[in-house]
């Protein structure tokens, strides 16, 4: 298992957060070394085979509807910005990116940039009314009731911007498939056209992986022989995009001060890669 991956297993939940670890750390070296891990082991499938696969094992799922209508499949980070890439058939078929869509909303969605609701406080009162607000019938919301009642469970999408605001619920999926992609493929820099940076750290911050994520990442690790680690340690997120965000890392681990003896780390790095590794070798016999 990869020695990156399980450091960062420490700094979840038992550790949290050490400043002492964090301020050593290169994130472009980080982001680089785990790019060659996860392409190193990777295993391609085919475009019709991951869309097979989503439809048959991952059927429960759909990214911001209520899995009550027909679905298609959503690239997270959107196809228009690695179409000239010499890998884009390998991108395009890596089911970390994908996930299944009500078919309506995912054409709301296009290849729009994914914006947080506080975009809307910086908004005149004239720009406001260029979104719309959207339910998971795919039906505009009109009246403010039906907004109050279903306000966890809407979109909004702005077309002249081209802007999309997620469902609550797909928040923290959205973020971490973004991190897994844009470091795999070191499309950091394309990153910005799809999230803002901060936005992406937010949410992750804000919306913590839930049940289906993992069953998600355990179902494609038999198929790719990797898993997204952004779902297993999330904290790793804040480690890999230091360097390119201006929100101060450790304000969000406030009543954090936890220091370790480094023998103190390695053994519960090794304790918990053998764990995790039992885990797999049960999961692809």
């Keep these: 298992m990869y020695i990156y991956f399980m450091i960062f297993s420490l700094l979840y939940k038992s550790i949290a957060f050490n400043p002492y670890i964090y301020k050593t750390i290169n994130p472009s070296l980080l982001r680089k070394s785990i790019s060659e891990d996860l392409n190193n082991n990777f295993t ?3 475009w019709v085979k991951a869309k097979e696969i989503l439809h048959n094992e991952l059927s429960n799922m759909d990214i911001y509807g209520d899995n009550l209508h027909s679905k298609n499949v959503e690239h ?3 196809q228009v910005y690695y179409k000239d ?14 996930l299944l ?6 054409n709301y969605r296009q290849h729009f940039k994914f914006v947080d609701p506080s975009y809307l406080q910086q908004l005149e009162k004239s720009d406001l009314s260029s979104f719309n607000i959207i339910n998971s019938n795919s039906h505009k919301v009109n009246d403010i009731n039906e907004l109050i009642s279903l306000k966890n469970d809407v979109i909004m999408v702005n077309k002249k911007k081209k802007l999309f605001i997620p469902s609550v619920k797909s928040r923290g999926s959205i973020s971490r498939s ?7 493929y070191n499309f950091t820099q394309e990153l910005p056209n ?9 949410w992750n911050q804000d919306y913590q992986v839930d049940v289906n994520e993992y069953h998600k990442n355990i179902i494609i690790y038999k198929y790719h022989n990797i898993l997204n680690p952004f779902i297993i340690y999330p904290d790793l997120i804040n480690y890999c995009f230091n360097d390119i965000t201006n929100i101060n890392i450790e304000d969000l681990y406030s009543n954090s001060d936890n220091m370790h003896t480094t023998n103190y780390l390695i053994n519960q790095i090794k304790e918990k890669e053998y764990f995790i590794e039992k885990i797999l070798k049960a999961i692809k016999k």
């Design 44 to 46: 391609k499938v085919s």
């Design 101 to 106: 869509c009500s078919e309506k909303l995912n």
């Design 85 to 98: 890439s010499n890998k884009k058939n390998i991108m395009k078929s890596d089911m970390h990116n994908l």
């Design 178 to 184: 973004l991190a897994y992609f844009s470091t795999k």
């Design 194 to 202: 799809v999230i803002d940076i901060n936005t992406m750290i937010k």
């Design 76 to 78: 997270i980070f959107p």
